[in-house]
Structure formats: structure tokens, C-alpha cells
């Protein structure tokens, strides 16, 4: 709560404090980038997925009608040969009327904002080193039930070490350190919402081939534990979860831009319900069209296998696990100096093995992009 | 100076001694260490090329600068057909100093992409000394590392310390205004000028082909990371696994590239625009008939 309350105010001005700031600040301070994003889209949601963070209603097909808003921008603070310092932000404001529910209709509204610090140090002849510090806020008012799916609040701080060595025989090795402390804002309604509090500790290595297209194999160790969650076992009363995951992912980088990767997951918990093995395919592709279109398409195609069979589905999309597939389409133009406009389609789909559950979403957007200072 | 053959010779002879001395003194044997001689020959032969074109970039330059000076003696004897002929000259002279210096900024190119690869190999061939050393345990092996340390080193040394080739923008026309200069040599000198801010504007279109590439290129990195950014705002993309494309180039990266470029675009505006100025008070005052009699 303390952190929601020191966090809030300081996203809800940023976006005050980023207009009234000219392009150029002084000394090595350099604007990078910033975009606003302004769009509305229509919404379906279907499924039988419950949750058990969301309020109870049997409706089993929900629709919105949606608005947004988000601000993104970079900024340089330091940088020389040796050293280089940046802030990156990023905030949005998410408006939904939601109908189809049977008890009442909701009107959910979103509040997120995130800052990262990125400091890159070079490390003599080895290669150089990252720092990464960064804090995220969420605020959600007027959650609604499934099946229409808003991410619960939370607030989370993270950090990450990274080291990435120079090429040995044309190979790239890089190796990080990385935690996250979550919270999430409970209400009196959703006190459960608490339950997926979490603390992670993780690590990755990588080795990255090739130059105009690369490879980059990694595998990684996640140890995340639940303080809140419960195993009904009194030698061992606390969640904690240790997940393995192996991948590659290739990318292309030509006058086009395409990136294809594949991971699997283990985890394995000392409690059984969330013990599974996972399997994502990852695809994004941009590629320029006639007449300044551009178009990019993501994929995030999911399967996933629990160990244990349980009665009740509790796991939701992006609550605890990677259990949903997302696919998304935009076609984008200039449509005057600085300000570009997109059309957007977005799927998404996750399954329980049990009983099945499901959720599902379709979306179509309508978005304006502008960039002040290009 | 060493000439370009010279240079290849020595390189060559060389990469013979180095070949020999590996061959019998049994150095540690690093898979690299064919691949530094290769990009080693590879730098050589762009330094060459490079001082090779620089060398005929100058002799054009001299060979306008004679033109040049041709045109304005031509121009005080008030011999019309001389004129005429030493006009025709400049122009000729003018054309040939343009391709010399587009052939001057292509080995430039060249010789910069050679010395980035070369140094990124020396400083991967010293790294892999360094572990080397720390595991052998020989004294006459260690030694062998170690002058092998030295002399990379010492390389890595010299070749920051040579020169980086720049950019180059011809030079603006020194024609200027004379009390002698009659309507008929200020519309010639109006011409030559006329003449180089068109090549200046050849140049500028150049230029403005690479801006136009690279902010293709950006436009597509940044829509591509819009479009990530907004997918990811609110959550609904799951977070998944480690980030991809980390040896994507960053966008500053690109960033600069387009603020250098941008930088020579106003240069070469700014001299196009003082040249149509001079060469429009040439002809006005030619037009005019103030000096006429």
C-alpha cells in the first residue's frame, strides 16, 4: 500500500513534467525518444476460465468498448566512450465500458507506469556491464469478473546484472542476475488478489552467433517464492517454485526485421497444483509495405502440461504463468509530420487442462502515434 | 611514405616471417591468429587504397586549382575565345575532382569497416593470451606469451593512432569579385559558380539517398518498438522468457549516424545557398552594366 501511495503520484505527474520539458535538457542530458499513443478498440471476450482474483459472475461472453492512452519516451543522462546512462519511462491510462455480465456492468479503468534505469559500463578488454534498475505501479479500479480479463494491480521494483563479453571466435556470451519483489493490491472484495505476491531470484547465460541475422541460445534458473500461497504441509507451509528454461531465438535484422524463438519451461514447485512443463513459441516480424505501410506481426503460441490434475482452475492468464498464446496485427502509415496512425488485431487464448476451461479474447484497435521530437 | 605495392609487399614478406616463426617457435596456437594476418593484409590493402585514391583526389585537386587559375589570366588578358576554352576547362576539371573525391569516400568507407574489424580481433587475440597465460605453468611457454602480449599490444596501440579518414566536402570556389571583371567574365564566373553548386547539390543528393536509407531503417526499428511498447503497456502480452535480439544494434546507434549526416546536408544547403548568392551578384552586376564601360 505504501509503495502504490509513493508511486502513483509520481506517474500521474511525469506525464505533466515531460511536456513542460523542452527537446534538449542541459549538459549530456539528450532526449532519445518519446511517443504518445491515443486509440480506442472494441472488444470480445468468451470463455468459462475462472479466477480466483476476480469477482464471481456466470456470464460466459462479455464485450468492451476501450480508450487509451500512453506516453513512452528515453532519455539520456550520461554518456561518453566508457559510460552510458538512461532513463526510460513508460505510462498509460486504459478506459473500459464493459456489458454482457449478468449481475451488473463494469467500467474498469487502468492506471500502469513504469521507470527503468539502464547504466552500461565498458569492462577494460572483457566486454561491459549493465545495470538495470526499475519500478512499476498498476492501479485497476472497477475490476471486472472473466470472462473479460484485466491483470490484477501490483507494484513491483527489479534489478539486473548483465555482462556481456566480447566475441571469442565470433561467438557473443552474455550472463545476468536478476530479482523482483511483486505486490499486489488487495481489496476488500478481492483479498485473495494477495496471494500472488512473490520475490524472484534468477539468472540466465547466453551465447549469440552471427552479425546481419544472429542466433542467441540461453538457459535459465528462476527461484521464486510465494509468501502468501500455501503448500498444507507444516514442514514446508510456503510456496516456492524453482523454474528451469532453455531456448534459442534467431533474428533477422535486413530491411526487414524478424525474430522467431523458442523456450521450454519446467517448474517445479513443493507445492503440486502449479508443477508443469511449458513450450512458447515467440514470432514477431515487421516489414515495410507500399505506400509507407508497415506492418508487424507477433505471435506467442503456447502449450503447457501441469503434472497434477486438479479440480479447481485457478491459474489465469499472466497472473502467476506463461499459459496463454497472443497473437497480434498492425498495419501502420504516416499519416502527417510526427503523428502515424494503426490499425490493430489482437487474439488471445488460454486453456486449462482440466474441465475445459478456457478464455479467449478478440480485439480491434484504431491507434495515433505521435512523436513531438523526431 | 610507403607506396600501395610497397605496403602489400611488406605485408606479405610479413605474414611469411610470422607464418615461419609460428611454424618453429611453436607459439600457443590460437585459431585466430590466421584470421588476424587475413584482416591484418585485408587493412593494409585498404590503407592502400585508400592513400592510393587520396593521392589521385589531390592531383585532380591541383589539376582544377591550374584550371582555375588558367580561367581568371584568360579573364584579366580579356581574351574572349581563351575564356571560353579555360571555361570549358574548369568544368571538365571540376567534374573529374568530384568522382575523384565519391572514389576518395568510398575507400574511406572501406579502410574504417577494415580498421574496426582488425582491432576487434587484436583485442579478442589478447584476451585469449591473457587465459592462456593463466593456465600455463612453463616459464618458456609464459615468455613466449608474453612477448606475443607485448607485440599485440604495441599493435593495438599504432593502429588507434593512425589517422581516421573523414568525410570530405569539396572545397568552396575561391572566385571572387574583381574592379577589372567586365559582364562578360562575371557570367562566366556566375557559371562556374552555377556549375559547382550544382555538383554541390549532386553531392547533397548523395547524401540525402544514405539519410533517406538509415531513416527507413529507424522508422522500422521504432514502429517495430511501438508496437511491442503498446502490446506490452497493460499487460496483456504475458511476460515470457529472456529478451531477443540483444545483439540487435541499438537505435542510437542509428540515431547518430542520421545527426552526422544531417550535419553535412546543412554544410553543403549553406554553401549551395552562398554560392547562388555570389553567382546572382555576379550576374546582377553584370546585367546592370555598371562596369561595362
Known sequence: MILRRLLLPFFLTLPAGVVATPGHLHGQVTWQDLVFTGGMSAEWYDGNLTAVTAPPDPATEASAAVGEFGLRGRVTLVQDEKRSLDLRFDSGLRQFAAGGFVFRDY??????????????????????????????????DDRPPMPLYVQPGHHTIDGRVQLRLRPINEVSYDAQLFG??????????????????????????????????????????????????????????????????????????SNFLAEVGLEGFVNRSNSRRPEYNALTLRTVLSVPLPEEFILNFSADLTTKSYLTETKDVLLVPGEEADNASVVYLEAIRPLFLNL?????????????????????????SLLFRYRPFN | MISPSGRLRTSLLLTGCFSILTAFCAPPAFAQEDRLVQLGIAHDQAVANYEAAELAARGREVDYEEASRI???????????????????????????????????QRAEELREARRNLLEAKRIYTRDLLARAELETDPVELRAISVYLDNNNQEIARIRL??????????????????????????????????????????????????????????????????????????????????????????????????????????LTRRIEIIKTRAADFRRRAGGGVFAQ
Do not use: C
Open chain 2, 71 to 105: 580561367f581568371v589570366e584568360a579573364q584579366n588578358a580579356g581574351d574572349e575565345e581563351a575564356l571560353n576554352q579555360a571555361f570549358v576547362e574548369v568544368q571538365r576539371a571540376l567534374n573529374l575532382r568530384v568522382q575523384a573525391d565519391r572514389e576518395l569516400e
Open chain 1, 107 to 140: 467500467a474498469p479503468r487502468e492506471l500502469v507506469g513504469r521507470v527503468d534505469l539502464e547504466y552500461w559500463e565498458t569492462a577494460g578488454s572483457w566486454g561491459e556491464v549493465g545495470l538495470f534498475g526499475g519500478v512499476s505501479g498498476r492501479n485497476v
Open chain 2, 162 to 267: 593512425l589517422p581516421e579518414p573523414e568525410i570530405t566536402l569539396e572545397p568552396l570556389p575561391g572566385l571572387e569579385f574583381e574592379t577589372t571583371d567586365g559582364p562578360v567574365e562575371l557570367r562566366q564566373k556566375a557559371g562556374v559558380l552555377d556549375f559547382q553548386a550544382n555538383r554541390y547539390q549532386e553531392q547533397l543528393d548523395y547524401f540525402q539517398q544514405q539519410l533517406d536509407d538509415l531513416r527507413s531503417e529507424q522508422d522500422l526499428f521504432r514502429r517495430s518498438s511501438d508496437f511491442r511498447a503498446d502490446r506490452s503497456r497493460f499487460g496483456d502480452r504475458p511476460p515470457v522468457g529472456a529478451q531477443a535480439g540483444q545483439n540487435a544494434p541499438r537505435p542510437e546507434q542509428l540515431d547518430q549516424q542520421i545527426r552526422e549526416l544531417e550535419a553535412f546536408q546543412e554544410e
Open chain 1, 180 to 253: 523482483e519483489l511483486a505486490d499486489y493490491g488487495t481489496t476488500a472484495v478481492t483479498p485473495q488478489l494477495a496471494l500472488l505476491d512473490r520475490m524472484v531470484l534468477g539468472s540466465e547465460v547466453g551465447a549469440t552467433w552471427g552479425s546481419d541475422w544472429t542466433i542467441r541460445g540461453h538457459a535459465g534458473f528462476r527461484y521464486s517464492e510465494y509468501k502468501n500461497q500455501g503448500t498444507f504441509d507444516p514442514e514446508d507451509p510456503l510456496r516456492r517454485d524453482k523454474t528451469f528454461n532453455l531456448g534459442a531465438t534467431w533474428s533477422l535484422q
Open chain 1, 340 to 364: 502515424d496512425g494503426a490499425v490493430r488485431f489482437g487474439w488471445t487464448r488460454a486453456e486449462a487442462e482440466a474441465g475445459n476451461e478456457y478464455y479467449e479474447r478478440f480485439g480491434a
